[in-house]
């Protein structure tokens, strides 16, 4: 009996009820598994994650909810064979699978790791500095971030079904905010299959995820603003699930990556011997073939100089000569299936178009060689298509050909490669070979606003390149017009598309205690104790030192001078110092009035501050002369906890003369015993 993929909903794997939709095998045409999802109570599934996901993930702090994603990229892993397994029937070869579902794992794990390291062990992330709004500094402005209290309803696309799903969980799931995934039909059973080891691997609260194999119902009926659906698919869907009259009434938040037609270019100074022309040539054809070019990232156009046509068709013909289509669990196998027949009667028939305004350079468009059964296997030819009058052709930049499928086009100045890059109204990634610098400038001026990543790859950076079409975690993925006007990842930038900006405008002491840091404004107790003698846990933000004074003598500038080599005039010579605009006179180094603020704040003894590990946002405000005394205050800011025994203490330092001006501020950073 054919498997029947599961919903899970409210905590719970369910059938769909009535006709179920068929999940066929790219290899052998036969019918793997069926999906359906009638009789979901969608509106229940979205009030339960609402009401039991939601507030069981805003009790985690940035922290919780980052290790949770290290332990579902782990379970991830640790189960990755039965993925691979139901990947090939997908068509997917080995490395195909590697991209997705390790890929997938990769980026929960980096995902996890910038929590750590880069968002508090709170539920709020500060943006930017606070803004003074009055003259005393009792009023103050700051931006926070706070997670939506709704429902990420994520709608995938076939070809990526784990890469896909996670690159857009792991951000929902980090801001806080629970999640309904719907995977593509067609490579449903690889996404039910990785929800099922995350759901296992125990570490998600109730609520906080639940799939849909099948239709997504009247889900969209139900929709307010605090959920957010984000899209990868076809321009069509897009537009349809857009144009759904909730989502403007509600003003729903809406991400979408869809179709791109991508643009690779060979830099105006490349010639057939350079690096950077077989750096072209490599991946040209291994955007067309790595997942037979079912990637959203794909090379679609590839540009080269005028002059050079032949000689890169020739090239890429070679190399597409040796590629061997056919069933990736067959020896020699480089290039897989596309996921259906359904599929690559779409890749064939865009193909045609593109053949009426193309010469076909390399391939054929209904005949395959293929090792397996090629006629029930979705295989399909490489196409490289050459076209000598890129402005004249339309359906090059217009049609995504979602499949094996390329276009060869010359441009006469890098002017005009611009021109003809942009000619694609918007796309995911751009890339560029080329020695020049002055070339890759001009791509950023000139196509910048029309790509979401630009990739330049020379002899270089080769090497390390992580290619045309790999979008990364810690960099955003998504471009304007046609690829969607989305943005996805990019580190925490990811994170904020879950949550709400929102400016405050309050007293200090108000906004101190929301973002968890003491501000300017806010008292400053002391103690009997030295600060550096509490432990990470017996701090209270504010508390602070106010040091002795010390004057500076000019007998300690120069012995500074001598000791640490820095003989800059401003501190060593008497005429030229008084010849500047800015000293007038010679002045201590910054160093030494940091070197002696250490003096003055630190407890010599060994405790509970393990390592001073930083200065931050320092700023020298007003020269220190000779004769000048200076005294600190040294306040405990703010504290994040790093693991269960140490804690970062943020301190703000402030260093002033026997004026009481501020000389000197910055923000000192140590890793205290817990
Ligand atoms: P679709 O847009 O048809 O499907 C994408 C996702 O949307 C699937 O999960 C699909 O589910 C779902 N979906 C479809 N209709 C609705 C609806 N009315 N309401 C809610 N969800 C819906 O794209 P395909 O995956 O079929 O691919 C078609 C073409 O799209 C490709 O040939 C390619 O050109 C382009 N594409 C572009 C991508 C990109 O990122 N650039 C990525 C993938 C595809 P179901 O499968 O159950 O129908």
């Given at each position: 009996m054919?498997?029947?993929?599961l ?13 179920a939709?068929?999940v066929?095998s ?5 019918t ?5 999802s ?12 609402r009401?039991?996901g939601?507030?069981a ?5 940035f922290?919780?909810r980052g290790?949770?994603l ?6 991830i ?7 691979y ?7 997917a ?6 991209i ?16 750590r390291r ?5 539920v ?7 803004e003074?709004?009055g003259?005393?500094g ?5 931006h ?5 209290q ?8 076939f ?8 690159e ?9 905010m629970?999640a309904?995934?719907?995977p593509?039909?067609a490579t ?5 299959q990785?929800v099922r ?20 119902g009247d889900?969209?009926?139900h ?7 984000s ?5 069509a ?23 791109s ?10 010639t057939?011997?350079?690096?950077e022309?077989?750096?072209f ?7 067309m ?24 068709q020739?090239?890429?013909a ?12 067959q020896?020699?196998?480089t ?9 690559r ?5 865009a193909a ?11 391939g054929s ?6 090792k ?6 979705a295989?399909?030819s490489?196409l ?12 090059v ?45 001009a ?24 290619g ?6 810690m960099?955003?993925?998504g471009?304007?017009?046609?690829a ?5 990842m990019?580190?925490?930038?990811g994170v ?11 007293h ?10 003491w ?6 107790p002391s ?16 508390y602070?030192?106010h ?9 300690d ?15 060593m ?5 008084a010849?500047?605009p800015?000293f ?9 009035i ?33 004769g000048?005394?200076?005294k600190?205050?040294l306040?405990?800011?703010?504290k ?16 002033t ?8 501020a910055?923000d000192?950073l ?5």
């Open positions: 054919t498997k029947r993929l919903n899970y909903a409210k905590d719970a794997w369910v059938a769909g009820a009535g006709a939709v068929p066929v790219a290899i052998s045409g036969e793997v598994a069926v999906v359906g009638d009789g979901l109570d969608f509106a229940g599934m979205l009030e339960h994650a009401t039991v939601g507030p993930l805003r009790a985690m702090n922290h919780e290790g949770m290290k332990a579902l990229a782990q379970a892993m640790n189960r990755k064979e039965e993925l397994e139901l990947s090939a029937q997908t068509g070869t080995r490395n195909d699978g590697w997705d579902i390790e890929g997938g794992a990769g980026t929960f794990f980096t995902m996890a790791s910038k929590a880069e968002l508090p062990a709170d709020v992330i500060v943006d930017g500095e606070h003074v709004l003259k005393t009792s009023f103050i402005g700051q926070v971030y706070t997670s939506l709704g429902c990420a309803v994520q709608i995938n696309a070809n990526f079904p784990v890469w896909g799903m996670l857009k969980l792991g951000p929902a799931l980090l801001a806080g629970p309904i995934v719907k593509a039909t449903a059973q690889v996404a039910e990785a080891i995350m759901i296992e691997a125990g570490v998600l609260p109730k609520g906080a995820l639940q799939l849909v194999v099948g239709s997504l889900t969209l009926d929709l307010t603003c605090q959920d957010v659906v899209f990868t698919g076809s321009a869907t897009a537009i349809k699930l857009q144009s759904h009259p909730v989502m403007a009434r509600e003003s729903v938040r809406f991400v979408a990556e869809r179709d037609i991508n643009a690779c270019v060979l830099g105006p100074d490349a057939p011997d350079a690096p022309f077989d750096l040539v490599k991946e040209v054809v291994r955007e073939t790595v997942k037979a070019g079912q990637k959203c990232t794909a090379i679609r156009r590839a540009f080269v100089p005028r002059a050079l046509m032949d000689a890169a020739q090239a890429l070679a190399r597409l000569s040796k590629v061997v289509v056919g069933d990736p669990a020896d020699g196998v290039m897989g299936a596309l996921v259906s027949l359904s599929q009667a779409d890749v064939r028939d045609r178009a593109l053949a009426g305004e193309c010469t076909l350079a390399w468009i209904d005949t395959v060689e293929a397996g059964d090629a006629d029930r296997g295989f399909q490489p490289l298509f050459r076209n000598d009058q890129p402005w004249q052709a339309q359906h930049h217009d049609v995504e050909a979602f499949g094996p499928v390329c276009t060869l086009m010359p441009y006469a100045d890098v002017e005009d490669a611009i021109a003809l890059c942009n000619r694609g109204k918007g796309s995911l990634a751009l890339s560029v070979f080329t020695y020049q610098p002055e070339t890759v400038r791509f950023v001026l000139g196509s910048g606003a029309l790509h979401g990543r630009m990739v330049f790859v020379d002899r270089d950076s080769a090497k390390e390149s992580t045309h079409g790999s979008p990364l975690p960099l955003i993925h471009g304007p017009g046609r969607g006007g989305g943005e996805e990019g580190g925490v930038r904020k598309h879950y949550m709400q900006r929102s400016a405050l405008q309050a200090p002491r108000m906004i101190g205690h929301v973002i968890g840091q501000l300017p404004g806010v008292p400053q103690g009997e104790a030295h600060p550096f003698r509490k432990r990470f846990g017996e701090l209270d933000l504010g602070t030192l040091t002795a004074a010390r004057t500076i003598t000019l007998a500038v120069e012995h500074f001078a001598e000791f640490t080599g820095d003989n800059f005039y401003a501190h010579d008497e005429v030229a110092a010849a500047s800015i007038g006179g010679r002045v201590a180094h910054g160093y030494l940091l070197s002696f603020a250490a003096g003055l704040f630190v407890d010599p003894a060994p405790g509970p501050v393990l390592a001073n590990f930083g200065l931050e946002h320092l700023r020298f405000i007003k020269p220190v002369k000779p000048d005394s200076i600190v205050a306040t405990a800011k703010a994040s906890l790093r693991t269960a025994d140490m804690g970062e203490v943020r301190w703000a330092v402030a260093v003369n026997q004026d009481d001006e501020l000389v000197a910055y000192l140590t890793m205290n015993a817990v």
